[in-house]
């Protein structure tokens, strides 16, 4: 995970054209430590090899695909796999992150000290997605972000965001709030459907011919860290930076608006203000930021909204779709739009 540079003047030095540095991670949900080694050579591909105490292994391969991000794929003894994703803060050190098969999140960083390596193990937020980072350890109540599909009360959210709740509050723009139900689930593309009883008058509309473009710009309406923030909604603007996710995913897109825990299950938007994605993941930039004075690269996920789409209609669930030959609306118009499409899902037991 080491740039050219660095390698060409180890090789001018010691006549060899690699680069190692101890690998610290977290592997799963039981968070157990793994330790190992990751290796680096000069045409941008590298191996990385840890084991925890137990005996349990993981090895990999990866690549850089950007100057200071890249890739790769981790194969365990226990039979779990994982795209992983890694960003490099200099041309020896870096963390990375993904998901692994069985659903637990995996985190390592290389190069980096104990004590550095502490802030991005420790921090649930780092994850590749918000299924640990939206619920705090321990607590009972954890909260996310939906959106009303259907006039019926279809509430469009994450699959994280409502697994395991004992019950489940729709809170609305005008203040009001009911009781809803998980109708319709997908685990693997970490979709749900919650509905509920209460009245609906308008809702979010699909693109009716998705299209996406890098440096289209985007906006990202939801309730991050509730307590912190406004709970009257959050609204973040950015660009897609790429039309796939970790590991080449091509249900996902890649963009730049900055999300936080919260966030998941909320609507991505075009400049039309159709959906064109749901929020799913992210990379906290703030916890990095405060650790090393420097902040990481925007990497946080979208899942398509052809496969929330899709997810929909084998469910015979309603929703609506706009054209995309309207007028480009500014963030705040938008933001207008959204605000009373988009609700607040309290999560209580599970």
């Not at 609507?267 to 799913?280: F, S």
């Not at 929909?312 to 605000?339: K, M």
């Amino acid at each position: 995970m080491w740039n050219a540079c660095a390698c060409i003047l180890v090789a001018m030095l010691v006549g060899a054209c690699s680069i190692s540095a101890d690998v610290v991670g977290k592997v799963g949900r039981d968070g157990k430590t793994f330790r190992g080694t990751a290796t680096g050579y000069m045409d941008r591909t590298g191996t990385i090899d840890m084991a925890d105490a137990d005996g349990n292994k993981c090895v990999g391969e990866f690549r850089y695909t950007g100057a200071k991000t890249g890739f790769g794929r981790l194969q365990c003894n226990d039979g779990r796999t994982a795209n992983i994703q890694f960003n490099a803060l200099s041309n020896t050190s870096g963390y990375g992150y993904g998901f692994a098969s069985d659903g637990g999140p995996i985190l390592f960083t290389y190069g980096l000290s104990e004590s550095e390596s502490a802030i991005y193990l420790n921090t649930p937020e780092t994850a590749a997605r918000e299924a640990e980072s939206d619920r705090s350890t321990g607590s009972s109540v954890s909260g996310g972000t939906g959106f009303l599909i259907s006039t019926r009360g279809h509430i469009l959210t994450n699959h994280h965001v409502v697994d395991g709740c004992e019950s489940l509050t729709a809170r609305f723009a005008d203040g009001s709030s009911g009781r809803g139900r998980v109708v319709a689930s997908d685990e693997l593309n970490d979709l749900a459907v919650v509905r509920t009883s209460s009245p609906v008058i308008s809702v979010a509309v699909f693109n009716a011919v998705p299209t996406y473009r890098q440096g289209d710009q985007v906006v990202v309406y939801g309730f991050p860290l509730v307590g912190a923030l406004s709970e009257a909604g959050n609204l973040t603007t950015g660009t897609l930076s790429a039309l796939s996710g970790l590991g080449n995913d091509s249900r996902y897109i890649q963009i730049s608006a900055p999300v936080q825990p919260g966030n998941s299950g909320g609507p991505l938007v075009d400049d039309k203000g159709n959906v064109i994605g749901v929020v799913t993941s992210k990379l906290n930039a703030i916890r990095v930021a405060e650790a090393t004075g420097d902040i990481p690269q925007n990497v946080n996920f979208a899942i398509k909204d052809v496969v929330a789409k899709s997810f929909l209609q084998a469910h015979d669930i309603p929703f609506a779709e706009g054209g995309s030959d309207g007028p480009s609306l500014t963030a705040a118009d938008i933001g207008d739009v959204l605000r009373e499409k988009v609700v607040f899902l309290q999560c209580k037991g599970g």
